[in-house]
């Protein structure tokens, strides 16, 4: 059987750029294993499967090439960008039905597209000194006033500040380390950031890095910058007015540099009452998978 998988890169306009996903439509009649099986030979850090929901507009199933996963941003930004281009999807909002809930995701007029995540849940704070042990820097380039931390807005990562974006590109990661401590605190990974970034053109720039899920370093992580987005928030980090869209950088030390936006809604009591992580897309190609 010859599955088409479509492949697209993620939180960029050029195909030099972003974070690779593939795209599987019409995936109903595949079973887990073989959606499995189809990510492992794509080999991208996620791919997407589509097919019908009872309870939402689309229901959608994501894999590493090991696990699948509850949520994936930049495969949910690729899939509705796709969705758009192929005239399936209009501007508006739609109902996607994932393993972390039912979540919305809105196309806009200008093509970016949007995912809401789940609201923030903070979890236990992390020893420093294992976590610099295992990025091999020292401990005082961790930031000295803010917490590293396990947040979720779907997936659980350890939120890791670092004191300057400097730190951010001598980090040599001790893949192992990062796969034990992660396992450990059931979390996917590490979210390494830096407030600020060296052009000044963004909120934050980070590194992000998944062994445990066979992914060594990724170059654009929805999931996470929503995370960091109410990480900054909790923290008194971002800049007023909240209701701002703000840019993150990542993939610029993989030379995949991509782009992602995030804003967050507040309610009365200064909460958070939605997150939304989006961006565009670019279409690299259409290939073609085997299955015996």
């Known amino acids: 059987m010859e599955i088409e998988v479509i492949t697209l890169h993620a939180f960029s306009d050029i195909a030099e750029g972003g974070n690779p996903a593939g795209v599987v439509l019409q995936a109903e009649h595949l079973s887990a294993v073989q959606m499995q099986e ?7 850090s996620e791919t ?11 229901k959608v199933r994501f894999f590493t090439p090991n696990h699948e996963v509850d949520l994936c941003g930049h495969a949910t930004v690729a899939l509705f960008y796709l969705m758009k281009a192929e005239q399936m999807v209009d501007v508006g909002i739609y109902t996607l039905d994932t393993l972390a809930g039912i979540l919305e995701v809105t196309v806009e007029k200008s093509g970016e597209v949007y995912l809401s995540q789940t609201l923030p849940q903070f979890g236990e704070l992390v020893n420093r000194q294992d976590i610099a042990d295992s990025l091999q820097i020292l401990l005082q380039d961790l930031h000295p006033e803010l917490p590293v931390q396990i947040v979720s807005t779907g997936l659980r990562d350890i939120l890791i500040p670092v004191r300057h974006p400097d730190v951010l590109a001598v980090i040599n990661p001790d893949l192992r380390a990062i796969a034990d401590i992660s396992k450990a605190h059931q979390v996917v990974g590490y979210h390494v950031f830096a407030i600020g970034a060296q052009d000044n ?16 370093e990724e170059s654009a992580t929805g999931t996470s910058n929503g995370a960091l987005l109410c990480y900054l928030h909790k923290y008194e980090q971002l800049p007023a007015p909240h209701d701002q869209t703000f ?5 610029y030390t993989m030379n995949r540099p991509s ?5 967050i809604s507040l309610g009365n009591s200064n909460e958070i009452t939605q997150v939304q992580i989006g961006g565009v897309a670019v279409h690299i190609e259409n290939i073609q998978i085997h299955l015996s």
Do not use: H, W
Request: net charge positive; with cysteine; glycine share 6%.
């Open 38 to 44: 189809i990510a492992r030979q794509v080999g991208f």
């Open 48 to 58: 997407a499967f589509v097919m019908p929901s009872d309870f939402a507009d689309y």
């Open 201 to 216: 053109a963004a909120l934050a720039e980070c590194r992000n890095f998944a062994p445990l899920y066979d992914i060594p």
């Open 247 to 251: 840019t993150i950088k990542q993939g």
């Open 259 to 263: 782009k992602i936006q995030g804003r």
